[in-house]
């Protein structure tokens, strides 16, 4: 039976924006919510897709790139040669088809490769020029990656400056930055001391340390690296093969593999693949699999890359590690933006040689596909040392009376509404302001530069307050006293005097700030300004229901119905009460300015020469414009300053038109009149 193209299409679309989300998952937020052989095994199905309806190949999709594109928290990095991906072999019969391909086309009949294993980290490209470390960036989106230059810096076994003398003018080494398995538990030991959530596997920690905005986080964090790969040498001979490459890098002090070896055709690659998954659970850092590249470069060379990985190069992955057990209760677990994540409670087991007695079920639509239930035999899966996975129920073992999940309609942390707004798979407690799940997440928005701008209220003394019993919601910050504040830890009776100052001086602030800062679920900054401009005071802004609220320019039936579940909660109107109550003041917001740019969108992406991102928006603003923090159909402008980030991707994608910082400025100064 043929499947309907249109059927295979919506299939395709559906992949491509499970494995979108789970690359932003991955890459970016540090945070996987599924094992690599789950993520495996929907990349394969979609690369199958593609290869037998090439029609439905598109720029966009995930087999046409490598990863996700950088945030914008860090500089951006461009690479002098892609960062590529490798394609993976998970049976003998794979690896063989590699070889075989490779041999085809080389026409060899034994071909030399260089076997390595395959470290479970975060790749890292290093830049030297003359000997000295100049750069240190992620691999992004292997165009593109974060500039991490000063966290780079701390990492003990990255060299500042190469040994020797006889250095090329330039130089790019790519590698694996990691956590050792001793190294992992001790960090993860610290943690628990302090009363902090311990890290799930070494690879996440050290994606996460790496990522930090203060290097003095990293320096804290025990990471190695080790080289892999020289993606670029300058003003010295370049040697004929991968394996001199690593012995010549290793002698000017980068770290290299001691179990790269050179082995030939297909036997010797099965021979290092089964000894490195018998020495596996000795090896003092955690692998995933080995890798195996041709050795010789010119037939590197010959041979060349597809789009997102080379045809010279494959990863043997080892098998997943799965295990039986017994779901004992699925309890719901409240996150600090006030995510409802349902976690299966489990009868203890070993897997892959750790304990596991937890897995996360992600949300409601999860334990609906996978029907998971209390009282339900599970088939655990530990694939690349990640979280573990749930893959199947043993449907034949489930008891008598067991029930399906629902998830609950009250938030299990502060009985507020629980709301799952259309087309989100997550489910959201609405009594932001005084749920204690979320209290620390709420202050910290509150008082952040683009809200109240509370100066000197940050993260540590947040945590102090709370877990003090000094706060309880935001409200109570207007409450505090001098001499609460100075009896705190490492703040004393001048930063004392600080704090209450900017807290007095938070008081008074415009409407769009209030509403920004009472962090509300989809309303930034241009949201906050529309709610504002339109109902220009907060009791009419109160009242309104969802028809009311999608009236707004730029506010939608999602964004609509979070506002109105915000403002219908209790709580968080009780402590807009107290904030009011404390002083909290604002003058009522202008209307709607008609202006040479009213009606039109502007997105801002990069940094401009001659204004600050807040003196663009101003200026944009007093000329009627609306300033939006994502790209969308509807966006009329996008300014693209130095250094832009995803948003420029996204605009191209969109057709989005584009104006660089001259023909902005020729714009708000009249210059030229915008077309449309």
């Known amino acids: 039976m043929t499947t309907p193209p249109g059927q295979l299409a919506r299939r395709a679309a559906e992949l491509r924006g499970r494995i979108g989300e789970h690359n932003y998952r991955y890459y970016v937020l540090d945070r996987p919510t599924i094992s690599d052989a789950a993520y495996d095994r929907l990349f394969r199905e979609l690369q199958d897709l593609e290869r037998r309806h090439p029609e439905l190949v598109r720029p966009d999709s995930p087999t046409q790139r490598v990863g996700a594109a950088p945030p914008e928290k860090f500089g951006s990095a461009r690479h002098a040669t892609p960062m590529l991906s490798l394609n993976d072999a998970f049976s003998d019969e794979e690896l063989a088809a590699f070889d075989r391909r490779v041999q085809e086309r080389l026409g060899a009949a034994v071909v030399e490769y260089a076997a390595e294993p395959k470290l479970d980290g975060l790749a890292l490209s290093l830049v030297y020029e003359r ?369 209450l100052a900017a807290v007095t001086g938070s008081k008074a602030t415009t409407l769009a700030r209030f509403l920004y800062a009472l962090g509300i679920r989809e309303v930034g900054e241009a949201t906050a300004r529309a709610l504002a401009s339109h109902f220009r005071d907060l009791e009419p802004l109160m009242a309104a229901d969802v028809a009311r609220f999608q009236e707004v320019p730029d506010v939608g039936p999602v964004v609509a119905a ?34 040479p740019l009213a009606g039109k969108s502007f997105v801002l992406t990069g940094a401009l020469d001659c204004l600050t991102r807040e003196e663009a928006t101003a200026r944009l603003l007093a000329l009627g414009a609306a300033v939006s923090h994502s790209v969308s159909a509807g966006t009329s402008y996008v300014v693209v300053g130095r250094d832009p980030g995803s948003k420029l991707d996204r605009a191209r994608r969109l057709g989005a038109p584009r104006l660089d910082e001259a023909a902005f400025l020729r714009m708000i100064r009249g210059r030229a009149a915008p077309r449309g």
């Open 131 to 499: 000997g000295v470390l100049v750069r240190g960036a992620t691999r992004g989106d292997g165009v593109t990656g974060e500039d991490v230059t000063g966290n780079v810096r701390t990492i003990r076994s990255v060299p500042l400056r190469l040994l020797g003398d006889d250095h090329p003018r330039a130089l790019e080494v790519r590698g694996e930055v990691y956590l050792s398995r001793k190294a992992f538990a001790a960090l993860n030991r610290q943690a628990t001391a302090r009363g902090e959530r311990a890290f799930a596997n070494p690879r996440n920690a050290a994606a996460g340390s790496v990522r930090q905005l203060d290097p003095r986080v990293t320096a804290r964090r025990p990471l190695d690296f080790t080289c892999f790969e020289v993606g670029r040498l300058e003003g010295t001979r370049r040697p004929d093969r991968h394996t001199a490459h690593l012995e010549i890098i290793r002698a000017w002090g980068l770290p290299v593999s001691p179990d790269v070896q050179v082995v030939h055709g297909r036997e010797g690659c099965v021979a290092y693949y089964r000894r490195m998954a018998t020495r596996r659970d000795a090896l003092p850092y955690e692998i995933d699999g080995v890798v195996f590249k041709v050795n010789r470069l010119d037939q590197q060379a010959a041979l060349g890359f597809v789009t997102r990985a080379p045809r010279w190069a494959v990863a043997r992955k080892f098998p997943a590690q799965e295990a039986r057990t017994r779901v004992e209760q699925i309890a719901v677990q409240v996150g600090r933006t006030g995510t409802l994540t349902p976690v299966a409670h489990l009868r203890p087991v070993q897997v892959g040689g750790v304990t596991v007695s937890r897995a996360t079920l992600h949300n409601e639509d999860e334990i609906l596909r996978k029907d998971v239930r209390a009282g339900d035999t599970v088939i655990l899966e530990r694939a690349g040392d990640v979280i573990p996975a749930i893959v199947s129920v043993v449907r034949g073992r489930r008891p008598r009376g067991a029930r399906p999940f629902r998830m609950p309609r009250t938030c299990p942390a502060c009985g507020s509404a629980v709301i799952r707004a259309q087309g989100e798979a997550a489910a959201r407690c609405t009594g932001q302001l005084g749920c204690p799940a979320q209290r620390k997440e709420s202050i910290q928005h509150f008082a952040s530069r683009r809200a109240m701008d509370i100066d000197g209220l940050g993260d540590k003394l947040v945590d102090q307050l709370v877990e003090r019993g000094l706060v309880a919601d935001v409200g109570d910050l207007y409450a505090l006293t001098h001499q609460q504040l100075a009896r705190l830890p490492r703040l004393g009776d001048k930063s004392a005097q600080n704090v």
């Open 562 to 595: 979070h506002v109105a579940a915000f403002f219908r909660e209790p709580r968080n109107r009780r402590v807009i009460v107290k904030l009011r109550k404390a002083g909290v003041r604002w003058p009522r917001a202008e209307a709607p300015r008609r202006g």
